[in-house]
């Protein structure tokens, strides 16, 4: 170990696990030997050589008063940060580790999103959950089952940083997805998850409140002790900002799954761009805290009518009213983040012009609150929105702050000049003697000049001479007995008097006494601000809540949207829908979609019409025609209401469902060590486990990653399970139009395509959902479009001409005069013909089988056994993975032929 400062270093650095250590070292703070590397790497500093005893270290350093941002870029970037400070001793001075800076405990953010700070602990397969923003004071706690619940909570939460608790460290899975969102993994201390010492440490800080909170079961007291374990111990005074714990049941919010989110493109797109997302689409707020709660809406849609009904009052009554609208936005502009100026007055870190931005936000609440009082806005739901803050607490908080504070006060909190003449007494003393002094020396030049008949004279100060008489040279010679001189420059000379000596010292003492009373009387202000940290981070969240509903309203007035009326449960109907993002950027066609309300509303119903059973629907038409995008549309349409905002269509009746679940597209996730078709079983694995009669489930292209008849095999048992178990709303787009021929067997199944138009070998799109299937891909003339060579398309048109047709004769029944489509009929195994001579479109599943089992008579004995095994496979009862293995295994035995 090397001795002297870099030893020192060296030996701190191992006691702290922080993964970079900045260490006092006089006015400096220092980076030493590997740390100082990636400090000069990561920050562009310069990284200088250390000689300590017969050795050299690199080294890199920064200004005492310049730490700050340098630490928070360090801490952006994902670097746990230790700080030791350097104290006086008897003997010397010491140093000693203070803080640890973290991604999750960093008060000076520059992020937009909230920053939450998770720690999830787990109980068999019950998993605690627990979340905090240091930055906002946020804190909320809850419970999940399984590990796919709680990815999914930590997914929408988003953290910048996550606790593993023990049971959860060895869990290599979910830690693995966990770390590949960008989360930075912190070991902390085992003993503060235990429930004993995390009860204690949530008591410690909430009181009594701990209890009433209802935290009851063991993970979720577990996981929240230990958060607040590690914000305490790591980071001194951010505590102070956590005034109150919120737990939260996930069945508050629709479910949507990590996969449901990213599908969806609700925060960010598929390539990770906030652009084109869903929540750019729609955001019109004016302050971050309104656009960090839009972002938290769109990521946690409401379950309960009420709420979302109260929303859309408030949105709606703001779209009718553009004129008050335009006031509130107005107002609005010119707020700042009250939530994270709370934060950090209570953790003492708020400097004069944070307080100058509380005073001029509290400000802004009754001028809100009467733009919406005497505005048609009065009788609408957000006259109880900004009735809810304490205003007349926020009025005197904002008095106080107004008679404490300077109006242009500096950066520092050290150097006076901070707070307003009749604040306090002692001050206006100080400030009044000082004045004096200064008004004195002000006039001095001029008094010397008329009593010593002195000209070129002027009264200076500057940092080595203090206060000076400078005298010109020409007159110097002039100068009256009691001038001292003390220097001579190159045209004149300066000197100084007792008397000006004695003025002198006295300005130093009083403006050093002014500086310790002003800071003295600052941080009691800010300790008094800091402990109303409660009631702004109130007044805060309704301001982001009016500038959130703002948005939704000024988007909805804007793009002609609409109010969505909700049942509970019921089907979903739009008329004339649109994508909300699409829209933006295209000519877009709208489309209706009619969905019945699936078993659940059926259930209330007494009769209704057999259209209404519909709640299963096959999506089929072209490449590119557009399914992808209808279908998408459906999910934002039904989730967008239940966010409380308006939609993109004419008309929308949106039955409230529990969870939107997706598999969309070939996500590439080889990069993760996972295949792309094991992604896609897992998607769909996850949504038959998880769907209930009240989702709303989108498929788009299941089966794709393997041989056609192992897609073709999945997606029909997938169908028939989510149709006859699940009973769930569906969308499901397939390029299999063999699935097509469910809508027969399966009653509440039906077809939609999308369609297009062929003339002289041109294609049109048309974007028109129509009812009834379509069996025309269209993709080589997608590959005509893309510009591929003209001989291969024309290759190409030739094979699938020839395909057809031996397809065409292999079907029973084909005829090669009339045309035919070939079915692929499960129920016999085999291919059947349909249209042309026509197949009786009445034959149900039973009678299919019947007609296989005779059919079989005389095959192979091999075929025989698979088909057997194919018969006697419970669908229900067997999982996606194992079906797949099954089938892979039929199909093996089979090529063998
Ligand atoms: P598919 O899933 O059928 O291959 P997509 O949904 O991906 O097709 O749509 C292909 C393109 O067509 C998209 O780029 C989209 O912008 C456009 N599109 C889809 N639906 C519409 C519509 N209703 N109106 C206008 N453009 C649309
Ligand atoms: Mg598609």
């Given at each position: 170990m090397?001795?002297?400062i870099?030893g020192?270093?060296?030996?701190?650095?191992?006691e702290?696990?922080a993964?970079?250590?900045?260490?006092?070292?006089?006015?400096?703070?220092?980076?030493?030997?590997?740390?100082?590397?990636?400090?000069?790497?990561?920050?562009?500093?310069?990284?200088?050589?250390?000689?300590?005893?017969?050795?050299?270290?690199?080294?890199?350093?920064?200004p005492?008063?310049?730490?700050?941002?340098?630490?928070?870029?360090?801490?952006?970037?994902?670097?746990r940060?230790a700080?030791?400070?350097?104290?006086?001793?008897?003997?010397?001075?010491?140093?000693?580790?203070?803080?640890?800076?973290?991604?999750?405990?960093?008060?000076?953010?520059?992020?937009?999103?909230a920053?939450?700070?998770?720690?999830?602990?787990?109980?068999?397969d019950?998993?605690g959950?627990?979340f905090?923003d240091?930055?906002?004071g946020?804190?909320?706690?809850?419970?999940?089952?399984?590990?796919?619940?709680?990815?999914?909570?930590?997914?929408?939460?988003?953290?910048?940083?996550?606790?593993?608790?023990?049971?959860v460290?060895?869990?290599?899975?979910?830690?693995?997805r966990?770390?590949?969102?960008g989360?930075?993994?912190?070991?902390?201390?085992?003993?503060?998850f235990?429930?004993?010492?995390?009860?204690?440490?949530?008591?410690e800080?909430?009181?009594?409140?701990?209890?009433?909170?209802?935290?009851?079961?063991?993970?979720?007291v577990?996981?929240?002790?230990?958060?607040?374990?590690?914000?305490?111990?790591?980071?001194?005074?951010?505590?102070?900002?956590?005034?109150?714990?919120?737990t939260?049941e996930?069945?508050?919010?629709?479910?949507l799954?990590?996969?449901?989110?990213?599908?969806?493109?609700?925060?960010?797109?598929?390539?990770?761009?906030?652009?084109?997302?869903?929540?750019?689409?729609?955001?019109h707020?004016?302050?971050?805290?309104g656009?960090?709660?839009?972002?938290?809406?769109?990521?946690?849609?409401?379950?309960?009518?009420?709420?979302?009904?109260?929303?859309?009052?408030?949105?709606?009554?703001?779209?009718?009213?553009?004129?008050?609208?335009?006031?509130?936005?107005?107002?609005?502009?010119?707020?700042?983040?009250l939530?994270?100026?709370a934060s950090?007055?209570?953790?003492?870190?708020?400097?004069?012009?944070?307080l100058?931005?509380?005073?001029?936000?509290?400000?802004?609440?009754?001028?809100?609150?009467?733009?919406?009082?005497?505005?048609?806005?009065?009788?609408?739901?957000?006259?109880?929105?900004?009735?809810?803050?304490?205003?007349?607490?926020?009025?005197?908080?904002?008095g106080?702050?107004?008679?404490?504070l300077?109006d242009?006060?500096?950066?520092?909190?050290?150097q006076?000049?901070?707070?307003?003449?009749g604040?306090?007494?002692?001050?206006?003393?100080?400030?009044?003697?000082?004045?004096?002094?200064?008004?004195?020396?002000?006039?001095?030049?001029?008094?010397?000049?008329?009593?010593?008949?002195?000209?070129?004279v002027?009264?200076?100060?500057?940092?080595t001479?203090?206060?000076?008489?400078?005298?010109?040279?020409?007159?110097?010679?002039q100068?009256?007995?009691?001038?001292?001189?003390?220097?001579?420059?190159?045209?004149?000379?300066?000197?100084?008097?007792?008397?000006?000596?004695?003025?002198?010292?006295?300005v130093?003492?009083?403006?050093?006494?002014?500086?310790?009373?002003?800071?003295?009387?600052?941080?009691?202000?800010?300790?008094?601000?800091?402990?109303r940290?409660?009631?702004?981070q109130?007044?805060?969240?309704?301001?982001?809540?009016?500038?959130?509903l703002?948005?939704?309203?000024?988007?909805?007035?804007?793009?002609?949207?609409?109010?969505?009326?909700?049942?509970?449960?019921?089907?979903?109907?739009?008329e004339?829908?649109?994508?909300?993002?699409?829209?933006?950027?295209?000519?877009?066609?709208?489309?209706?979609?009619?969905m019945?309300g699936?078993?659940?509303?059926?259930?209330?119903?007494a009769?209704g019409?057999?259209?209404e059973?519909?709640?299963?629907?096959?999506?089929?038409?072209?490449?590119?025609?557009?399914?992808?995008?209808?279908?998408?549309?459906?999910?934002?349409?039904?989730?967008?209401?239940?966010?409380?905002?308006?939609?993109?269509?004419?008309?929308?009746?949106?039955?409230?469902?529990?969870?939107?679940?997706?598999?969309?597209?070939?996500?590439?996730?080889?990069?993760?060590?996972?295949?792309?078709?094991?992604?896609?079983?897992?998607?769909?694995?996850?949504?038959?486990?998880?769907?209930?009669?009240?989702?709303?489930?989108?498929?788009?292209?299941?089966?794709r990653?393997?041989?056609?008849?192992?897609?073709?095999?999945?997606?029909?048992?997938?169908?028939?399970?989510?149709?006859?178990?699940?009973?769930?709303?569906?969308?499901?787009?397939?390029?299999?139009?063999?699935?097509?021929?469910?809508?027969?067997?399966?009653?509440?199944?039906?077809?939609v395509?999308?369609?297009?138009?062929?003339?002289?070998?041109d294609?049109?799109?048309?974007?028109t959902?129509?009812?009834?299937?379509?069996?025309?891909?269209?993709?080589i003339h997608?590959?005509?479009?893309?510009?591929?060579?003209?001989?291969?398309?024309?290759?190409?048109?030739?094979?699938?001409?020839?395909?057809?047709?031996?397809?065409?004769?292999e079907?029973?029944?084909?005829?090669?005069?009339?045309?035919v489509?070939?079915?692929?009929?499960?129920?016999s195994?085999?291919?059947?013909?349909?249209?042309?001579?026509?197949?009786?479109?009445?034959?149900?599943?039973?009678?299919?089988?019947e007609?296989?089992?005779s059919?079989?008579?005389?095959?192979?004995?091999?075929?025989?056994?698979v088909?057997?095994?194919?018969?006697?496979t419970?669908?229900?009862?067997?999982?996606?993975?194992?079906?797949?293995?099954?089938?892979?295994?039929?199909?093996?035995?089979l090529?063998?032929?």
């Amino acid at each position: 170990m090397p001795q002297g400062i870099v030893g020192e270093f060296l030996s701190l650095k191992e006691e702290t696990d922080a993964d970079l250590l900045a260490m006092q070292c006089g006015d400096f703070y220092e980076f030493f030997a590997d740390d100082a590397e990636t400090v000069g790497r990561e920050l562009d500093l310069k990284v200088s050589q250390k000689s300590s005893h017969g050795s050299s270290y690199p080294m890199a350093g920064v200004p005492l008063d310049d730490l700050t941002p340098y630490l928070k870029a360090l801490v952006e970037r994902g670097y746990r940060v230790a700080v030791a400070e350097q104290y006086e001793t008897d003997g010397g001075h010491a140093r000693e580790v203070t803080r640890v800076v973290t991604p999750g405990t960093l008060l000076e953010t520059s992020r937009e999103d909230a920053q939450y700070l998770a720690s999830v602990v787990r109980e068999g397969d019950r998993y605690g959950l627990a979340f905090a923003d240091v930055t906002t004071g946020q804190f909320l706690v809850t419970s999940v089952e399984g590990a796919d619940a709680a990815g999914s909570e930590l997914y929408r939460f988003d953290p910048v940083e996550l606790l593993p608790g023990p049971e959860v460290r060895s869990d290599d899975a979910f830690l693995r997805r966990v770390r590949d969102q960008g989360v930075k993994l912190t070991t902390f201390e085992t003993e503060a998850f235990a429930p004993g010492r995390a009860r204690h440490a949530l008591r410690e800080q909430f009181g009594d409140a701990a209890e009433s909170v209802g935290l009851g079961e063991g993970v979720t007291v577990r996981a929240a002790g230990a958060v607040l374990a590690y914000v305490t111990e790591t980071n001194a005074g951010v505590t102070a900002s956590m005034t109150r714990l919120r737990t939260y049941e996930p069945t508050d919010h629709l479910t949507l799954d990590a996969t449901t989110q990213r599908n969806l493109e609700l925060t960010e797109t598929m390539h990770g761009d906030r652009s084109g997302s869903l929540v750019d689409a729609i955001d019109h707020t004016v302050t971050s805290a309104g656009g960090r709660l839009l972002r938290e809406w769109v990521t946690r849609p409401r379950r309960d009518r009420d709420e979302i009904e109260r929303r859309l009052d408030c949105v709606e009554a703001l779209a009718t009213h553009a004129l008050a609208r335009e006031r509130l936005r107005d107002t609005l502009d010119g707020a700042y983040d009250l939530e994270r100026l709370a934060s950090r007055a209570a953790g003492g870190r708020a400097d004069a012009s944070d307080l100058l931005s509380i005073r001029d936000t509290l400000a802004l609440l009754p001028s809100l609150a009467e733009a919406i009082e005497e505005s048609a806005l009065a009788n609408s739901p957000l006259a109880e929105v900004v009735g809810r803050p304490d205003r007349e607490a926020a009025r005197d908080l904002h008095g106080e702050l107004d008679a404490a504070l300077a109006d242009d006060p500096p950066k520092t909190v050290t150097q006076g000049e901070l707070l307003r003449k009749g604040y306090d007494d002692e001050l206006d003393e100080l400030i009044e003697r000082h004045a004096e002094i200064r008004e004195w020396l002000d006039s001095l030049a001029a008094r010397e000049k008329r009593e010593h008949g002195l000209s070129h004279v002027t009264v200076d100060r500057n940092r080595t001479d203090g206060y000076y008489i400078q005298v010109g040279k020409s007159v110097a010679d002039q100068v009256p007995e009691h001038y001292r001189e003390i220097k001579t420059l190159k045209n004149s000379k300066r000197f100084v008097t007792d008397e000006l000596e004695e003025r002198e010292r006295e300005v130093l003492r009083i403006e050093e006494a002014r500086a310790d009373l002003e800071y003295e009387l600052f941080c009691e202000l800010r300790t008094r601000i800091g402990e109303r940290a409660e009631l702004l981070q109130d007044v805060g969240r309704v301001l982001a809540e009016v500038d959130a509903l703002v948005s939704l309203a000024t988007h909805a007035a804007g793009q002609d949207w609409t109010r969505p009326t909700l049942t509970e449960p019921g089907p979903i109907e739009i008329e004339a829908g649109r994508h909300p993002v699409v829209e933006q950027t295209t000519e877009f066609v709208p489309n209706d979609l009619y969905m019945g309300g699936g078993v659940a509303a059926s259930r209330e119903r007494a009769g209704g019409h057999a259209n209404e059973e519909r709640d299963f629907l096959i999506v089929t038409g072209p490449n590119m025609s557009g399914k992808s995008t209808y279908m998408r549309q459906a999910a934002l349409i039904t989730l967008l209401a239940q966010v409380g905002s308006f939609v993109p269509a004419r008309s929308a009746r949106v039955g409230v469902v529990d969870g939107i679940f997706t598999r969309v597209g070939a996500l590439d996730e080889l990069a993760q060590g996972r295949s792309t078709f094991m992604v896609e079983m897992q998607e769909l694995s996850n949504i038959l486990h998880s769907a209930t009669d009240e989702s709303l489930v989108i498929l788009d292209e299941v089966g794709r990653g393997t041989a056609t008849y192992d897609g073709i095999s999945i997606a029909w048992a997938a169908t028939e399970y989510l149709h006859n178990e699940i009973r769930c709303k569906t969308l499901f787009a397939t390029h299999y139009h063999e699935l097509t021929s469910l809508a027969e067997h399966l009653p509440r199944v039906a077809n939609v395509h999308v369609a297009a138009e062929e003339r002289d070998g041109d294609v049109t799109f048309l974007r028109t959902v129509e009812e009834g299937a379509t069996d025309r891909s269209y993709g080589i003339h997608v590959a005509d479009l893309a510009g591929v060579p003209q001989p291969v398309v024309a290759r190409a048109s030739e094979v699938l001409d020839r395909l057809r047709e031996e397809k065409a004769i292999e079907a029973k029944g084909g005829s090669s005069g009339a045309p035919v489509q070939a079915v692929f009929d499960l129920g016999s195994g085999q291919f059947a013909a349909e249209g042309g001579s026509g197949r009786t479109t009445e034959t149900t599943e039973a009678t299919a089988t019947e007609e296989a089992a005779s059919d079989g008579g005389g095959l192979d004995p091999e075929l025989e056994a698979v088909l057997d095994e194919l018969r006697g496979t419970d669908v229900n009862d067997t999982s996606p993975l194992e079906l797949m293995g099954r089938v892979q295994e039929w199909q093996r035995r089979l090529d063998t032929e």
